[in-house]
């Protein structure tokens, strides 16, 4: 078998729609990059509005040696529920990715999270902290329900004050 060489005009594929593809994957890359690293493109959550949340609840969240997860109420400090070791996988994911936030940003946990009910059934996680938000219902019902259980009863007044 011969090995048959191309004449330089007889390229197998043009050069500069080569470089420009290329050119586009760098952008695509850099720009994603970016916008990781940044707010850009990263939700902000609900929309500012006069309405408050009819329903609203600050609490602190902390790990035990067993692998639960107690959750205080902020006001008062007093366990009110838990994350049992090996369930909840859902609740565990979201609160580790803002922890993991806090971490980034040097912050501690000294300022409580709020889980705000809004009357269009919204249920959204706050970290005040660093300004995360997490809309649960984006999630499923059953995840939905795994951070519902923690607010007061509908018909109880709100707790802690919306900011």
Excluded: C, Y
Excluded at 35 to 51: K, M, T, Y
Excluded at 62 to 81: K, Y
Excluded at 102 to 123: H, I, Q, V, Y
């Amino acid at each position: 078998m011969t090995a048959h060489r191309l004449a330089p005009d007889q390229a197998a594929f043009p050069r500069l729609p080569l470089l420009a593809a290329a050119g586009m994957l760098a952008v695509v890359v850099v720009g994603a990059g970016l916008s990781r690293l940044s707010d850009i493109g990263r939700d902000s959550g609900p929309a500012p509005s006069v309405e408050k949340p009819s329903i609203v609840r600050e609490m602190h969240f902390v790990d035990r040696d067993d692998g639960g997860i107690d959750v205080l109420d902020a006001r008062t400090g007093a366990a009110f529920d838990e994350f049992a070791p090996g369930e909840n996988g859902f609740a565990r994911a979201t609160l580790r990715g803002l922890v993991r936030d806090r971490k980034r940003a040097d912050l501690g946990a000294e300022t409580p999270f709020r889980l705000s009910l809004w009357r269009d059934g919204r249920l959204v996680l706050d970290d005040p902290a660093t300004g995360r938000h997490v809309d649960l219902r984006a999630f499923g019902a059953t995840n939905r329900e795994a951070f519902a259980r923690l607010l007061p009863d509908a018909g109880a007044p709100s707790q802690g004050d919306p900011k």
